[in-house]
Every structure is written in C-alpha cells, then in structure tokens.
C-alpha cells in the first residue's frame, strides 16, 4: 500500500507486538465491525509516548455522525465503499503531509553516512569495507542515534532471536566496527558502562 | 541469506570489485584460494563453486576428486591490499561439499563447526583469543639460515627500524579488516615479535588466524623481508607459540566464573582444564604438527613441556590468569603448547573437545603446578605425578593414534589422512643426516 508492506492486527497488543523496529510508519483502522472497538483502538495509539501518526479510518455512511468531537483521534477518513485506488491516494497524500511520503534511504549522522539503497557507509568520505552483520549493527544504530541499547536488545534486533553465541557476539562486532571506522571515528560508538551501547551523543546532551 | 547475499552482490557493484577470492584450508592448515569474477558470483553464490580436489592436502580421496567451495557470505571482505595493480579484491571464506552436498569430511572448517556443534547442544558457545609470535627475516628468500631484523628484545623501546614500521602497518591493516587488535609487541628473540587479538568465537578467530598469517606475510613481503610462523626459526632463542586465552559461555554468562570460589574459577572451568590434561599427550600431534613444533618445546624457552596447570606460573600448559576484581567475564585459561604453524580449525576443535569431556566425565584437576618446572628433575617431576608432553613429532602421533577423541573429534578422514602424511614427514626427516650430526661426528668418529 502507497509502497509500503502491510500487516494486519487485531488489537492495540497486537499492533504493539507486531511494531517493527523503526516503528509504524501509519495505521489504517476500520470502525466498520466493532465502532466503539475502533475509537477505542485510535485513542490507545495516539497516547503512546511517540503518537500513532498518519492514521486513516474507514467507516461506513451512517456512522458519519459519530466522527463529531473525535477530530483528534484520525488523521483523514474514508468510507467503506471506496475504491482501493481512493484509499492508496489518501494514504499517499496522508505520507507526504506527515514527511514520510519519499522513504529515507540515506542515514547520515555527522562524519558518517549510510546509504540503505546500495549497502555503503562512508565516513569522511572513506568507505567502510565492512561484512554483512556489521553493517546490519551500524544501520540499527545509526537509525536511533542516542538511544542506549543493551547487548540482548541489539542481539534480538539485529542478528536475530535464534542466533547462538550471546551478548559476547555484539562486543566483538562493535569492536570490529570501531577498528574499521579508526581511531578518529571509533567515539561514534560509545559504551554506556553496566548498560549496552549508543550511537552517537546522549538525547539529552547540549 | 537472502539480504547477507544481495549486501555481498552489491557491494561488489558499488565497490567495484574485479575478483572474489574463495579462501578455504587443507589439513594441514595452509591457506588456499581460487579468484572468480563478479559475473560468476550470484551463481556461486547459489550453488558453490566446484573444483577438483585432488591437489589439495588431505582432500584426495580414491574416487571422486571433486568438491564444491560454499562461500560464506558472513565473512566476505574487501581486502585491504592489492593483489594488482588497480585491482579491489575482496574475500569469503568456503565451507566444502560433496558434490551431493552433503559435507565434505577433509574439511577443517566443516571439522570445526562440528566440534561447536557438539558444545551448543550443551549450551555452551567457545571463545579463542590467541597471542601469534612470530620472525621477520631479510631478503625474500626462505632458503638458508635467516638473518635478523634488529637486536632488540621483550618490550624494547627500539628506535624506529623496519620491523617496528612493518608491525605497526600491519596491525593496522588488520583493523582496516576488523581484526582488533590487542597488543603487539617485540618478543624476546631478536626479529621476533607477537600480534596478540582479542577474543572472537572459535570458528571466526579460526578464520581470523588464517587472515593475520596472510596479512603478517604480505606486508613483509612488500618491504623486501618476509615472515614466519616457524616454531623454532633460531636455535638458542625462544620459539613462536600461539598461547590461546579460551573461554566457555554458557547463555551470556561465562562458564569459568564461580563468584564464590577465591580464584573465581568455576569447577566447569576445572573440569575443563583436567580434560585438556588428561588428554594432552593425544592432541599434542595437531596442535603442535610439525617436526620442528619440538624444537621450541624444550625447557627453558618459556614454552610447556609438562602436563601441569597453575595459576600463574609461565612454566605450565595450561595457565589460568588472574582476572582483575568485578571482571567475571574475563575469567579464562590460556592454553601454552599450540604453536602459530599449527591448523587452527583442527587445533580449537582438538582443544575444545578435550575440555569437554573433562567436563562430561567430570574430571577431577590435579594439584596446581606451583613451583617452577623448569627446575624440577625427572624423578621429581614423576614422584609429583606430573607427565611429561611427547618429545618429538613420533611421540606424538603414538598418542593421537591410540585417542579415541582425536579420531572422533577429526573424523576418520582427516584422522587418517593426517596420521599418514605426519609419518612420512617423520621418516623423512629420520632419514636425514643433520650439521649436528656433521660437526660433532666428523672429526671425532
């Protein structure tokens, strides 16, 4: 839909669990079967700490009334018996409004960027040769840059529930980076003592 | 696999890189490669690429010759050198096949995963962190006595000469690569130095092994003197070892580490070490496989020549470090005897079958070794129940042949091949008459 690859969930619990990493990108809720079910679902993903957004909502012709004073809970509203095209265009113009319409492909954070369409990193201009997992890492972290993740997160993340080896995989990896990024970059990364790792300076730092 | 396939095809693209090299290994751990061309690589990719093994190593078998090379592309690699002029090539390490596709047996790695294999069903993931010694030498020719670099010796403060420029480029060509490194620093000997790594898994720092002995040897080579991982190069000076830090961790959680034990060793870590003695004398012949392995085991040299453990004593095989207060992860042993010529896949699997099943019979560890062995006589040595290591390449293949865990951990194939190849070496070598033999016999007999 609008390029982007779906997935169908029943609940709020649902939606939650299914999230991928880098979040949802938009939501469609239909009130069509379950109305009070539905406004229940759009207030829920609203008031989460980073809000559920773009989100389109698709009713049938009688219940347009019940859309009064509930403004805040969708972003735009189409009627059941649209058009698959109608819903793409709304869910198109709905992306391009909110900033997402042209997915990102480039990751840059200081001296580093990232291109996800061709798998290269660059730093000051220098390509990193790296292997497939430590680029998977420098991608899952540069995508969050500030954020601290523990060994077990950025192991589930990145490589993968059943990967055997443990936490010790993800330091020789980021040891690995930081050797390929050198002596002036390695800081990139930082380790955060008795916690995990992060990318790039503190959310809160100056 | 998909997505680690489509990262290597395009990077090869936007790289443009002109060869693939597949990097494999035969059974005596001699590093071997054939190049293919970005168009060959989504096949191979696919489906391997065939080859006739017969010239390999211990890849000769009676009927069928050929074999498939399955890159992994897990490891795959620009290198950091030109092979050419203009010339990017990157790297993979293979995993071997039948041309069926079942496994092929001659295959050190293939040797490796299996022993891995075997400590994962117990839940235990195997961690190796080797210290490769190693000497530069003049002039491009292997032939004839080595001639020296420099004089200087153990953590010299040398003025800038041309092995610590080559030692230095080449630790950091292997960071360029994602080899971190530990220390490196000048040995004892003159011209010799060690590259020590810092711990990855088994099969991984297995590859890395043959990657730091390709990079060592290249980057010597470009500056008109060459590398080796010889054990005893010198007579009269210290040999090259790999003494190997490994560890065992068992869901995160590093299986040495007894908090509540003074040494914060753990009695798996115990059980570990009695296995690597018990079985000793039978692993010795593949970790230490060549004639000249036991020119550097001898007493004196700061190299093991008794089956004894310590704490921290440099004169026994297997030495357990002290770790600093809080450091449970860094709880491990390091393992004296291998030597940096030896197969490192056949080596760690030798090894860490061994722990094993120190750990499985639930060995009981002999008292520590704590005095210094080299002191000790013969008669000393045995009334403390302390045995000592084979004395020479013959002794050791005696062992192996009779270890039930050598044949099994190896497979009957390399077991075989192995064994053979090592007595023919041994022959040939008996059959030699050597200088010591000329300058003492000559005039007196």
Not at chain 1, 23 to 36: K, L, M
Not at chain 2, 15 to 42: C, H, M, N, Y
Not at chain 2, 233 to 243: D, E, F, R, W
Request: charged content about 25%.
């Amino acid at each position: 839909m609008a390029g982007y690859p779906w997935t169908a969930v029943g609940d709020a619990e649902a939606a939650r669990r299914a999230e991928p990493e880098d979040g949802w990108t938009g939501a469609i809720i239909s009130a069509v079967e379950d109305p009070d079910g539905a406004f229940g679902l759009c207030r829920t993903v609203r008031k989460r700490e980073t809000p559920l957004t773009p989100l389109l909502l698709i009713v049938e012709a009688h219940q347009l009334a019940e859309l009064e004073l509930r403004e805040d809970l969708f972003d735009d509203f189409t009627l059941a018996r649209a058009m698959p095209e109608e819903i793409e265009a709304r869910l198109g113009h709905l992306l391009w409004r909110t900033g997402r319409g042209k997915r990102h492909d480039v990751i840059a954070y200081g001296p580093l960027a990232l291109n996800l369409e061709t798998y290269q990193a660059v730093v000051s201009g220098r390509p990193l040769d790296l292997t497939f997992m430590e680029y998977e890492l420098l991608r899952f972290l540069a995508a969050h840059p500030g954020k601290v993740f523990t060994r077990e997160v950025l192991l589930s993340r990145v490589w993968g529930y059943e990967y055997f080896g443990g936490a010790r995989t993800v330091d020789v990896h980021i040891r690995r980076l930081r050797a390929k990024l050198g002596e002036e970059h390695a800081h990139l990364i930082e380790t955060v003592r008795s916690v995990g790792y992060r990318f790039g300076r503190a959310r809160w730092a100056p | 696999m998909q997505s680690q396939r489509e990262y290597v095809l395009r990077t090869v693209e936007e790289r443009g890189v002109r060869f693939v090299q597949f990097w494999f290994t035969d059974v005596l751990g001699t590093a071997k490669t054939f190049s293919i061309t970005p168009a060959e690589l989504e096949n191979a990719l696919e489906e391997g690429m065939t080859f006739d093994g017969s010239s390999i190593d211990g890849f000769s078998r009676v009927q069928e010759s050929d074999v498939i090379a399955h890159p992994d592309p897990k490891t795959f690699q620009i290198l950091p050198f030109r092979t050419g002029p203009e010339d990017t090539v990157a790297r993979m390490f293979c995993d071997i096949s039948n041309l069926d596709g079942s496994p092929f047996d001659g295959d050190p790695r293939r040797v490796l995963r299996r022993a891995l294999e075997r400590a994962h069903e117990r839940n235990f993931s195997f961690f190796a962190a080797p210290e490769l010694e190693y000497f530069y030498f003049a002039g491009s020719e292997t032939t004839g006595t080595p001639r020296t670099l420099d004089a200087g010796s153990y953590f010299e403060l040398t003025v800038a000469d041309l092995t610590t420029d080559l030692r230095k480029r080449t630790v950091l060509t292997l960071e360029e690569m994602g080899i971190p490194v530990e220390y490196a620093q000048h040995e004892d000997a003159p011209s010799q130095h060690e590259i020590d790594l810092r711990y990855t898994d088994a099969l991984t720092m297995a590859d890395t092994i043959m990657t730091v002995r390709l990079v060592v040897k290249q980057i010597a080579k470009e500056r008109g003197a060459y590398a080796t991982f010889m054990p005893k190069p010198l007579a009269g000076v210290q040999g090259s070892g790999m003494h190997t830090h490994f560890s065992l961790f068992s869901n995160g959680v590093n299986a040495f580490h007894d908090p509540g034990d003074e040494r914060g060793l753990s009695l798996v870590g115990r059980q570990f070490i009695a296995g690597l003695l018990e079985h000793a004398a039978e692993i010795t012949a593949v970790t230490n496989q060549w004639v000249n392995s036991y020119k550097r085991l001898v007493s004196g040299y700061e190299a093991p020549v008794n089956v004894s453990w310590a704490y921290n004593n440099r004169s026994a095989l297997v030495r357990v470090p002290i770790v600093k207060r809080g450091k449970t992860d860094s709880t491990r042993i390091e393992f004296r005897s291998p030597d940096p010529a030896c197969n490192p896949y056949l080596a760690f699997a030798v090894i860490l079958a061994a722990g094993l099943r120190g750990i499985e019979k639930q060995y009981e560890l002999p008292a520590e070794a704590d005095t210094n062995l080299f002191l000790m006589t013969p008669r000393e040595l045995a009334k403390a129940g302390i045995k000592p290591l084979p004395k020479n390449l013959d002794a050791a293949l005696a062992a192996m042949e009779r270890s039930e865990l050598v044949a099994e951990t190896l497979g009957e194939h390399v077991f075989e091949w192995f064994l053979r190849n090592k007595r023919t070496e041994w022959e040939d070598y008996s059959r030699e008459v050597t200088p010591y033999e000329l300058t003492r016999y000559l005039p007196a007999l």
